[in-house]
Nanobody, 113 residues
């Protein structure tokens, strides 16, 4: 399984971005797809997760602003990010857990005026 994240960029505070993660390979059974981020000088943290039954989990700091979704038929995952803040600046990584952990290369999100 390989993951490819895209959609990062520079956005002003209050703006929006949509990240995408494409998974190649066959994914069967219980699995969890998630977005993580790592800001400069900080540890990587979980941002949002979506389970194979489509239930979701968000870290408190993004609740009400970010929405995670997936398209199982296309093996795609998305993160809609609204009302972005400077503290959302980080490299965002997508992850797939399906017995093993798979990571994609990150995509940089910069929130700055």
């Amino acid at each position: 399984v390989q993951l490819q994240a895209s959609g990062g960029g520079l956005v002003q505070p209050g703006g929006s971005l949509r990240l995408s993660c494409a998974a190649s390979g066959s994914i069967f059974g219980f699995n969890v797809m998630s977005w993580h981020r790592q800001a400069p000088g900080k540890q990587r943290e979980l941002v949002a997760a979506i389970y194979s039954g489509d239930s979701t989990h968000y870290t408190d700091s993004v609740k009400g602003r970010f929405t995670i979704s997936r398209d199982g038929a296309k093996n795609m995952m998305y993160l809609q990010m609204n009302s972005l803040k400077p503290e959302d600046t980080a490299v965002y990584y997508c992850n797939l857990y399906v017995g093993n952990d798979y990571w994609g290369k990150g995509t940089l999100v910069t929130v700055s005026s």
